[in-house]
């Protein structure tokens, strides 16, 4: 399915569990989404299931915008609390359409304690109280772990996902019955080689000549200028801090600041992938860590270095690998409910980047990687690391584990079943006159209490993009 079509379907006001591959495009897709709804005055809510994935998109986490917490079952005196809560009433009740971005992350009995406030706040039987929900993830990556967490929390944490169950085995996700919307475009990898090992990768189909390709990719160490993937913090934090000692010159450093409410504005710093004290030497291999195409041409991931700090503001300057010259000026992360900002921080858009974690990694787009997957230790892991490189050619690979190729086998078959779920979705949808389509689009934001943004010379509504 084509984000075109994927978003077609979002506007009709469907359930939809929209999932692709990494690069096809399912953030960029939500994105437009949540854009069209605004434009109609229809604020959703948006969410993630962990603070670092709320933190990229501006919203909350689940648990907080739902009022769950850390809980991990509710009592009916529990849930009749929740409920009572004035700010955890008046957003839920007030919503139109939820998001929960990195769903994989949600175990079932989270999302199934989501459903039950949602469907005791609204006083609706409907699953999540009649909300539009849309479930936005990819079960076959790893979720993202927030900062300064180490590796027996990791997977402490996974463990927890395991025995809780994925949330697509939660009733409540039975009961929701989303349409599958499997993204099919690829906007990542520009190789075709690669890409078909990394199909075989995510269909437990490696073989001999797949690991072939990959030992033409052997390299003891990494290449001046090229990120550093590892499994561990402690391997990440030795090589970023040892790479900086190197360099002559004095360090710069940049604070981050932050206003709101305390608990709101410590959760985000939690989730930014700059650091509170960001260290700077003139050379220091960098990353962006925040989306600015319209201003300054950079998005999360973009590398570069440190070349120089500005005379006047004393900003770092830095050349990204592509060339260009940048001002890194401090930009915002925030998180807002009902357009309202509750919270914000304040940094310098960088972190050292001569190596990261490959769960920091996670949605990041490298021309080029170095990693060690030596000591993967869950399913996926070399998935999500090896898929974070457009071509083969940007790819050194210092060492391999058998853990590193495989992925969950109860995810394989889950995702032929989706699969074919959205092939079904599609072809219904593509029968459908132009004509229908756009009625049901107009009747949903009717239904929400939106109105059409007025066009000079048409009638307010978009074309609409299915084909068929």
């Known amino acids: 399915m084509t984000q075109g079509e994927a978003l077609a379907i979002l506007k009709t006001g469907a359930n939809v569990f929209l999932t692709g591959e990494p690069g096809s495009g399912k953030t960029y897709t939500i994105n437009r989404y949540v854009a069209w709804l605004r434009e109609r005055g229809i604020e959703p809510s948006i969410t993630a299931s962990t603070g670092i994935a709320a933190t990229h998109i501006g919203g909350h986490t689940v648990h907080s915008w739902s009022g769950i917490g850390v809980k991990r079952d509710l009592s009916p005196y529990e849930l009749d609390t929740i409920a009572q809560n004035k700010r955890v009433y008046g957003r839920v009740r007030d919503a139109r359409v939820l998001v929960i971005d990195e769903v994989s992350m949600l175990s079932a009995q989270t999302l199934a304690m989501v459903d039950a406030v949602c469907r005791e706040v609204r006083q609706d039987r409907r699953p999540f109280g009649g909300l539009q929900v849309v479930l936005v993830g990819d079960f076959f990556q790893l979720p993202p772990v927030e900062r300064r967490t180490d590796e027996e929390e990791v997977q402490e944490r996974l463990m927890e996902q395991r025995s809780t169950g994925f949330a697509f085995t939660a009733p409540a996700w039975g009961v929701l019955n989303p349409l599958v ?38 390299a003891r160490t990494a290449r001046p200028g090229t990120t550093q993937l590892y499994s561990h913090n402690v391997d990440v934090d030795l090589i970023n801090k040892a790479e900086l000692g190197k360099l002559p010159g004095k360090v710069a450093e940049f604070q981050m600041g932050g206003r709101g409410a305390e608990k709101l504005v410590a959760t985000l710093k939690k989730g930014c992938l700059s650091p509170e004290t ?150 219904a949808f593509a029968k459908l006159p132009a004509q229908e389509f756009a009625a049901m689009h107009k009747n949903f934001v009717r239904v929400c209490g939106g109105k059409e943004p007025k066009k000079v010379g048409g009638t307010g509504l978009e074309p609409v993009t299915f084909s068929v």
């Open 278 to 427: 960001l260290q700077l030497k003139v050379g220091a291999r960098v990353m962006f860590t925040k989306n600015d195409t319209v201003r300054h041409g950079f998005v999360n991931g973009t590398l570069g270095t440190v070349e120089r700090f500005d005379k006047e503001s004393g900003h770092p300057i830095v050349k990204t690998n592509a060339g260009r010259h940048l001002l890194a000026e401090p930009m915002e992360w925030s998180m807002s409910e009902g357009g309202k900002i509750l919270a914000q921080i304040t940094q310098t858009p960088l972190r050292l980047a001569w190596a990261m974690t490959v769960h920091k990694s996670q949605g990041m787009s490298l021309d080029a990687a170095h990693m060690d997957l030596s000591e993967a230790f869950e399913y996926g892991q070399g998935y999500v690391a090896l898929s974070r490189v457009r071509t083969l050619g940007g790819l050194s690979l210092a060492g391999l584990n058998e853990r590193a190729l495989k992925v969950h086998p109860e995810i394989l078959a889950k995702d032929a079943e989706f699969r074919a779920q959205s092939a079904q979705a599609r072809g």
């Open 181 to 218: 919307c499997y993204l099919s475009e690829q906007h990542r990898q520009e190789d075709a080689a690669f890409l078909e090992f990394l199909g075989a990768v995510r269909r437990n189909a490696v073989r001999e000549q797949h690991r072939a390709l990959l030992r033409t990719r052997y």
